[in-house]
């Protein structure tokens, strides 16, 4: 019966080839953002591709050309190290992308200490080098390529502070505004644009509400 | 009923003389100015007002759509705006207008400092925040506009290589140095563990992904032009017809942006928001 069992744990082996990738890019899908750098699943899978790399060299003994019905063999694990490669590439990428999103609306949902959490080191250094890149590239034109996010609708906006956490600040007009919590100040929108985005304070509509 | 219908329009007609009103005080006050006329737009009055007032300033605040050499230079930015909003690939890269604006907005800030001493202490403020909205508007044009080509780059990075004529040359740099950077950071998570080098390439030709082509957007013909609509694989199980439509000028459209991809480059069409 040993055989039988050989064989039943040769086709169960078999059956997972390729779902680690699956895995990966599931785990990416389903997280509303980003899930935390999977670090040992991307181990695993280029553990796989090794795997696949034995087999193959395994089958090619020598100098000489495989037989035919070898061939398919070394399809199979040929294209399953493409499938494999395929996936991690796409895991990095999309989790490039979505950082590299999230650096040029300058950090609206998470500030970089969160981002720690979820990134790699190597995903680290990257935001770092591409921070840098982008920002040299708007300074070279004196444009700050962060900035004028929304088509500008009025010179001053009135926000409400929302945080005690504020401060003192110097607006570009000169003047220095104290923000305490719940106050309501009339700013030019290029100083307090930004403080928006991150939810530090609320733009108040003229309307007045009840 | 009919009183508080007059009642309503009686309202509406003070709120709208009040601001004309402190207007006309003002301008009464300026004995030594020539009297604004007054049309409802604030721009209007600031344009009358410049007109009449120091000519050698038109060099410097060319955004205005008051003198007539500026412009369609204005007209040009918002054009290639819209367009590089709405196109999937890059457009060519117009140096002599962006650079133009960016020129401009340079010396925008010293102008609007300086307005105060140029003119009555009652208007400067008014004129500072129209020339600044102007500011602010040629700036988010440049900034979003910008912002849309950095990322075409950054989405299709392999692609962009041989769109290298559309770029300019901070582009082109940009483009180099965001390759190498996305390309050392996958050798160093994924293709340095690869076992074979023919494994390791991230050129290949299946590997290399197009923006796409094939997407739908709202255009506005310019010129009358002929639009073949056949696509590689003729699909068009809608049409019977031969597929080249004849559209005249100023017909709106929806299309697919592969069919109109040359006219668009040549002129004839242009994007709608």
Same mark, same amino acid.
């Given at each position: ?103 040029? =609306? ?8 969160? +981002? ?6 190597? /995903? !680290? &250094? %990257?935001? *770092? ?5 982008? =920002? ?8 700050? +390529? ?6 500008? /609708? !009025? &010179? %001053?906006? *009135? ?5 005690? =956490? ?45 | ?273």
């Amino acid at each position: 019966s040993s055989p039988l069992l050989l064989l039943f744990l040769f086709h169960i082996i078999m059956a997972m080839y390729g779902q680690k990738g699956r895995d990966l890019l599931l785990e990416l899908k389903r997280s509303d953002w980003l899930p935390p750098y999977n670090g040992e699943l991307c181990t695993e899978i280029l553990e796989e591709i090794s795997l696949h790399f034995d087999e193959l060299q395994a089958q090619i003994s020598g100098n000489q050309k495989p037989p035919m019905e070898a061939r398919s063999s070394l399809l199979l694990h040929d294209m399953a190290i493409r499938r494999n490669k395929r996936c991690l590439l796409a895991y990095h990428v999309s989790r490039l992308t979505a950082l590299q999103k999230e650096v040029n =609306t300058g950090y609206e949902h998470f500030n970089s200490a969160q +981002l720690a959490t979820v990134t790699a080191e190597s /995903e !680290q &250094d %990257f935001l *770092q080098q591409y921070e840098k890149l982008r =920002t040299n590239f708007g300074a070279a034109l004196n444009l700050d +390529l962060r900035a004028s996010l929304y088509p500008p /609708e !009025q &010179d %001053f906006v *009135q926000v409400r502070v929302l945080t005690s =956490t504020l401060g003192t600040i110097v607006t570009t007009s000169g003047s220095a505004v104290n923000l305490q919590l719940g106050t309501i100040h009339y700013l030019p929108r290029e100083d307090v644009e930004p403080l928006i985005r991150q939810g530090l304070l609320e733009q108040v509509d003229g309307e007045e509400e009840g | 009923m009919a009183d508080l219908n007059n009642l309503l329009g009686d309202i509406h007609s003070d709120e709208e003389d009040a601001p004309l009103a402190t207007l006309q005080h003002q301008a009464d006050d300026d004995n030594d100015r020539e009297r604004l006329d007054l049309p409802p737009a604030l721009a209007e009055a600031a344009r009358k007002q410049y007109q009449t007032a120091t000519p050698e300033k038109e060099s410097e605040e060319g955004e205005e759509e008051d003198g007539i050499e500026e412009d369609p230079d204005y007209a040009q930015l918002k054009r290639l705006w819209k367009q590089e909003m709405n196109t999937p690939e890059l457009m060519t890269h117009d140096t002599e207008t962006i650079g133009l604006f960016l020129e401009l907005l340079e010396g925008q800030e010293e102008t609007i400092d300086k307005l105060p001493s140029r003119m009555d202490s009652n208007l400067a403020p008014l004129l500072q925040s129209i020339y600044k909205m102007d500011a602010d508007r040629v700036r988010f044009m440049l900034t979003d506009m910008t912002r849309a080509r950095l990322d075409k780059l950054e989405a299709h990075p392999l692609y962009m290589r041989e769109m290298v004529d559309r770029m300019s040359e901070q582009e082109i740099d940009y483009l180099k140095e965001y390759g190498q950077l996305t390309e050392r950071h996958l050798r160093r998570t994924v293709l340095d563990h690869l076992p074979k080098d023919a494994w390791k390439k991230l050129d290949e030709p299946e590997m290399i992904d197009t923006p796409n082509l094939d997407q739908f957007v709202f255009c506005k013909v310019l010129e009358t032009v002929e639009i073949d609509n056949h696509d590689a694989q003729g699909n068009d199980d809608d049409d019977d017809e031969d597929g080249i439509q004849e559209h005249k000028a100023g017909s709106c459209l929806i299309a697919r942006y592969s069919a109109i991809r040359d006219l668009v480059l040549k002129g004839k069409i242009e994007m709608l928001l």
